[in-house]
């Protein structure tokens, strides 16, 4: 039968081509799975994210737009490290009591020369100022020496946004959800947008804080849904590293980076029986 090879192929592709018209249609879930057949994204990029996106008085003797005029600029950029704090002591009935543990001390040290091994001439440390956070930020300090810590309340744990999906336990009339939320994404706008005009090279910040922050500020900064920061996971002095052009774009170059640490050193829960003296 080799009139049934010859129709084989363009027969799948032609099947191809209308399940994904039919699915596109009908808003069907496998749709996206499918590449569109113009060849172009159905989600488009925000430049003007952080609300500084520049466009020029006046373009004279030129055809490009403002987005290709910008790109030709020489890139500056801000590339910031989210350090989550150490294991803490998670029988503590206060945030004072909620001290490292000794793992976790050990963790904010391997993560403090990780940093330093990178090389770079780091701007300025800043922390929440939870307790677990401010231990993570001084032992890193003790490694990078020169560098000032700051402390803020904007990057104090908390829950962003609703979850989706819901998790057990999700109750946000018995938690001061609604402050966090609206307290977590200022704390995004203002540590998180392009270098300004006057910055002429590249900059190195290190912000300690908690694994929800870090999940939030990275799916908001990648444009990416919100709600999913509940899906990822992030160990005990972990680093993540954002770097952020001046044109805007925005590139994740390393998600709760631990293979700096020893493998039994890893943890990311504080259930009581992972805390250790």
């Known amino acids: 039968m080799k009139w049934r090879k010859l129709i084989s192929v363009p027969t799948v592709a032609i099947a191809v081509w209308c399940g994904a018209f039919v699915s ?15 060849g172009h994204s159905s989600v488009k990029w925000d430049a003007n994210w952080d609300g500084r996106h520049v466009i020029p008085i006046e373009v004279k003797n030129t055809t490009e737009t403002q987005d290709t005029s910008a790109k030709r600029s020489p890139h500056v950029r801000r590339h910031i490290f989210l350090v989550r704090h150490g ?5 503590g009935r206060t945030d004072l009591e909620q001290s490292l543990t000794s793992l976790g001390e050990r963790q904010a040290d391997l993560a403090g020369k990780r940093l330093q091994q990178y090389g770079y001439t780091y701007t300025r440390l800043v922390s929440s100022r939870m307790t677990r956070a401010k231990d993570t ?6 490694t990078i020496n020169e560098i000032q810590h700051e402390e803020t309340y904007l990057l104090t744990e908390g829950a962003p946004i609703k979850p989706e999906p819901l998790v057990d336990g999700w109750n946000p009339d018995k938690d001061p959800f609604y402050q966090d939320s609206v307290r977590i994404e200022a704390a995004f706008r203002h540590f998180i947008n392009r270098p300004d005009a006057t910055q002429t090279e590249d900059s190195y910040e290190i912000l300690v804080c908690h694994a929800n922050v870090i999940r939030y500020f990275v799916c908001r900064a990648l444009q990416l849904p919100p709600e999913a920061w509940l899906r990822m996971s992030l160990n005990h002095g972990s ?5 952020i052009l001046n044109t805007g774009d925005v590139v994740l170059k390393q998600y709760g980076d631990t293979g700096f640490m020893p493998v ?3 943890t990311t829960y504080n259930f009581p029986e992972d805390v250790s003296e």
């Open 24 to 38: 596109e249609k009908k808003q069907n879930i496998l749709a996206p799975w499918i590449l569109p057949i113009d």
């Open 239 to 243: 680093i993540t590293w954002l770097t």
């Open 87 to 91: 294991q803490y002591k998670v029988q």
């Open 137 to 142: 930020a001084c032992v890193i300090k003790e």
């Open 264 to 266: 039994k050193d890893c």
